[in-house]
């Protein structure tokens, strides 16, 4: 498949999806070469579906995270020492994880862009 035609697939707040909406994102998750996921943590984060199905993935983005458990669904296991700011992390601070290693970066602050919402059928 050329470059042009890969398909990627973004859930955004995956914490208000029940698990029925998980599974159809799951059985789907064939279709695309890219899965991206953002949520919240939450105390249950286990019993989701989908971050179950990812646990142990070794290729991500984290935001912001404070603790090792916002690595948990990695096979990372401790923050990566540029993280550790005495506790308080500036807006944007994330760390790509790949494999056994992470490196931390800052995410440029962006203008929101003001539009018209997609239709459901132009976003499949």
Known sequence: MPQSEQKALLIDNLQVLDAQCQNVVINASALF?????????????????????????????????????????????DLPLTLKTDGALPAGRAIYIESASARAFQVAKCTPISGPVPEAEDCY
């Open 33 to 77: 070469q890219h899965v991206f996921i953002a949520f919240t943590s939450w105390k249950r984060w286990h019993s989701s579906p989908l971050l179950s199905k990812l646990a142990g993935t070794s290729k991500g983005i984290v935001l912001q995270p404070a603790t090792a458990s916002d690595l948990e669904i990695f096979t990372m296991g």
